[in-house]
């Protein structure tokens, strides 16, 4: 019996832990976990992931000291397929100042408060995320992924950034071994500004600058467009000259805005045939920046069940990307 018991405990010592998934929804209405997204993190622990619901009130500015994912259910509930009804988890701003916090992932989010990923702090992912305010990452080895940056500015000053698939307006990049591939960069007045050479790939630029811009002397340019007056530099499969009409399809001027036109010069343009831009590639941009969860389309339950067989029902789930 005795080695029995010994047995057992080792087992249970060496089983790995599961992150758990809590539920965030500041309506007092609806049941979850918690209300307060703050109070979801301090009792979250390292790994967990936190589903935060859709709201018409912010959840307000929230600090992370440990390794999360934060989820919600996309931005632009106009163009969501699973309804308006739902809104949008508005977050004021993460803060991010502990190394504890690196690893951490945001997904699904509009964050409007104006966010700084400090240095020290590493391997932060940024997906399917709608900025209203301003980014600034200080920190190694961060990933922009799926993002729609609405008018606001972007720095990167940390090391070793990817940033992909993603619609950015107004860029510095000074940090080494950045690379940007797969986006629509709009410069507007010439806000691009760059040091130590990074890579923009399979990209599309739009300025009203001419040649001369600033912008354009210390990064490096492969397979890129430029609409507008921005001239890229010759070769490396650039081409410039082009209007805004030929690349983009009509629309209002929201994510749906930056897909191709018919007969889009960015069409198969990029290496084996690829589209340009952001909704090309391997991880092209999703509309409305719906996180990869399943969504619950049909529940069907009987109204009275008998003590005998217990509660039956079914489920219909849609998969998503």
Not at 150 to 167: E, K, L, M, Q
Request: glycine content about 12%; hydrophobic content about 45%; some cysteine.
């Amino acid at each position: 019996m005795m080695k029995s018991l010994l047995f057992v405990a080792l087992v249970m010592i060496q089983a790995p832990l599961h992150a758990a998934t809590w539920t965030v929804d500041n309506n007092p209405a609806r049941p979850a976990n918690f209300q307060n997204l703050q109070d979801a993190v301090a009792a979250a622990a390292d790994g967990d992931t936190l589903l935060i619901a859709g709201s018409n009130t912010s959840y307000g500015i929230v600090t992370l000291d440990k390794r999360l994912i934060l989820k919600g259910p996309g931005y632009f509930p106009e163009n969501n397929v699973s309804g308006a009804a739902a809104g949008v988890a508005k977050v004021g701003a993460p803060v991010m100042t502990a190394s504890a916090a690196s690893g951490s992932r945001f997904e699904g989010l509009e964050i409007t408060g104006s966010t700084t990923v400090a240095a020290g702090v590493s391997q932060i992912v940024f997906r399917r995320v709608r900025f209203t305010a301003n980014l600034t990452i200080q920190g190694s080895a961060c990933m922009v992924v799926q993002t729609y940056f609405d008018g606001v500015w972007f720095t990167v000053s940390g090391d070793n950034a990817v940033i992909a698939n993603s619609r950015i307006s107004g860029v510095e990049l000074t940090g080494n071994g950045i690379t940007v591939d797969q986006c629509v960069i709009l410069t507007g007045g010439g806000q691009m500004t760059a040091s130590n050479l990074p890579v923009i790939r399979n990209s599309i630029i739009v300025s009203n600058l001419g040649a001369a811009g600033a912008h354009t002397a210390a990064v490096a340019f492969e397979n890129c467009l430029g609409v507008g007056r921005l001239s890229l530099p010759v070769g490396n499969g650039n081409t410039s000259g082009l209007t805004a009409e030929q690349v983009f399809a009509s629309g209002p001027d929201t994510d749906a805005r930056y897909r191709l036109a018919e007969a889009s010069p960015a069409m198969g343009a990029g290496p084996g045939g690829t589209d340009l831009g952001m909704f090309g590639g391997s991880n092209p941009y999703v509309l409305s920046g719906i996180p990869a969860l399943p969504r619950v389309t049909a529940l069907r339950a009987d109204a009275v069940v008998p003590d005998s067989t217990g509660l039956k029902f079914e489920v219909e789930v849609e998969a998503r990307d």
